[in-house]
């Protein structure tokens, strides 16, 4: 929309006027009429335009002095100079002040819409350019903690104050909507970027500090897109520093992510108006780490699934910003991933990047948990499928092992890593299988080794037979087995050989 102002002491020229370029399409939007240059720079400060139109001779000052002027104070807006002189001198010093056409009363209509067209075709022109330019450093500044001086120097914005806007769940089209109508209907200025897939910023212009009247005047044109779908919008506060702009992006994402909480479909809140509980030091997870990590173990997917529900009810309790929510679940996967040797290769790679983008886009607490909980519990039934499977070969494979390497260390990890088990439900499902503990069972391998060498090493010292079935130490071994056997080695070996 193309921003015209016309400056002529003639009242019937300017209303006229006024009404012929009002008329002619909605591109154009007469925001001013004026007796002479005075009137107009004593309002200028408050107002918004792109286009002047004025007469040459006028009191106070005329059109040539206020072309001047405009252009030492704000050289973006551009001039149309009428006046019912044709002397060559006065349209050259038109020319040589920067209007930008000489236009001879009666005005010719065509002639005055087409360079109006012109000029507003360049305004958009110049506009994208300069959007494109400011996006690109605005985009920075918002995700920077501490901006260098080259960003803040290297950015011009539009008005002095600005006040950002957080929208969540609808479309860029949807939001590229609201933008434009509130440009046409409020005349405001606004730059549209996109910080995450379904998550739009909204930098507004302004004079001055917008009211909280100004603030909610967005609500007028903006609404869930459709049945079964919310829409979440978020404000700050009003700033002029460009260094406050990662504040007010955070103030707003704050206001905007309160809306997990609230059932109506539009969620507006402001950061002046959002109840801000005081942010506890106790980590939500904590008090639910030991028992999933036991419910982890054995597989219990019902088990793990109820810590999780208990989990975001204290997360809800404490209205938990969605990044505490997330590092609770981080949490979550964490244990997961150092409990269950499969979890990163059943779940992490490809399951957990997409998971952090998915949980940021949801519109409730309620769809975080669903979510979590649906793709967690996937993830466990396939290990414990997996588990169930192996359960059948699994202590043959163990049994054989310790059958080739009994003199070896066996730790119990190490033979658990062997057959995807956990060490757990390894020593339950091989005592289930063999009546024994597995360290039972080594033991009675080792001494039904050790009773064979006995029997048939004749030149192998007692010692030495125990350090060849894992056992060192010769007061153990000597203990080990007469406890299994009934005698000492020394004796089993002398009744052998009788």
Not at 90 to 112: C, F, G, H, M, T
């Amino acid at each position: 929309m193309l921003r015209i102002v016309i400056v002529d002491d003639e009242v019937l020229i300017r209303e006229g006027l006024a009404r012929m370029i009002s008329k002619e399409s909605s591109t154009f939007c007469v925001v001013g009429t004026y007796p002479d240059g005075k009137h107009l720079l004593d309002e200028l400060p408050s107002l918004q335009l792109d286009v002047v139109i004025t007469d040459i001779r006028m009191p106070q000052i005329d059109g040539l002095e206020l072309i001047k002027r405009l252009k030492a104070s704000h050289p973006q807006i551009r001039t149309l100079l009428m006046s019912g002189f044709v002397e060559f001198n006065y349209a050259r010093e038109a020319i040589r002040s920067s209007a930008v056409d000489y236009l001879l009363k009666p005005i010719n209509k065509e002639q005055l819409f087409e360079v109006l067209y012109a000029l507003d075709q360049a305004r958009k022109q110049q506009q994208d350019k300069e959007e494109r330019q400011r996006s690109g450093l605005l985009l920075s500044l918002l995700q920077i903690e501490e901006p260098s001086s080259v960003l803040l120097n290297g950015l011009g914005l539009p008005q002095p104050y600005f006040t950002i806007y957080v929208l969540k769940g609808g479309s860029r089209e949807t939001a590229l909507t609201y933008a434009e109508r509130l440009r046409q209907e409020k005349g405001a200025l606004f730059d549209l970027l996109e910080m995450h897939k379904g998550i739009q910023v909204w930098v507004r212009y302004s004079p001055q500090p917008l009211s909280p009247e100004e603030q909610r005047d967005i609500m007028e044109y903006v609404s869930p897109a459709g049945r079964n779908q919310r829409l979440h919008i978020g404000g700050s506060r009003s700033y002029s520093d460009p260094a406050r702009l990662r504040t007010a992006y955070l103030e707003a994402k704050q206001a905007c992510d309160a809306g997990i909480y609230n059932p109506q479909p539009l969620h507006y809140a402001t950061i002046e108006e959002l109840n801000v509980a005081e942010k506890s030091a106790v980590d939500p997870f904590a008090p639910f780490r030991e028992p999933l990590i036991h419910d982890l173990q054995i597989l219990s997917t019902a088990g793990v699934q109820e810590w999780i529900r208990k989990m975001f009810r204290v997360l809800e309790a404490g209205q938990a910003t969605p990044d505490l929510i997330l590092r609770s679940l981080h949490h979550v996967e964490e244990t997961a991933r150092k409990e269950l040797q499969e979890f990163e290769a059943v779940y992490w790679k490809e399951t957990r990047p997409r998971l952090e983008e998915q949980i940021k886009t949801c519109m409730s607490l309620g769809e975080m948990e669903e979510l979590f909980t649906t793709l967690f519990s996937a993830a466990l039934n396939e290990i414990r499928t997996h588990r169930l499977e192996m359960s059948g070969t699994a202590v043959e494979t163990v049994k054989r092992w310790v059958s080739a390497n009994y003199n070896q260390h066996a730790d119990l990890n190490t033979l658990a890593g062997m057959v995807f088990l956990t060490p757990s439900y390894l020593s339950k499902l091989f005592k289930q299988e063999t009546g024994l503990t597995l360290t039972d069972y080594i033991i009675e391998i080792r001494i039904r080794k050790a009773k064979q060498l006995l029997k048939s090493a004749h030149d192998l010292k007692v010692h030495e037979i125990g350090t060849e079935v894992g056992y060192p130490d010769p007061a153990y071994f000597n203990k080990l087995f007469k406890k299994v056997v009934g005698v000492t080695p020394n004796e089993y070996k002398r009744i052998s050989h009788v």
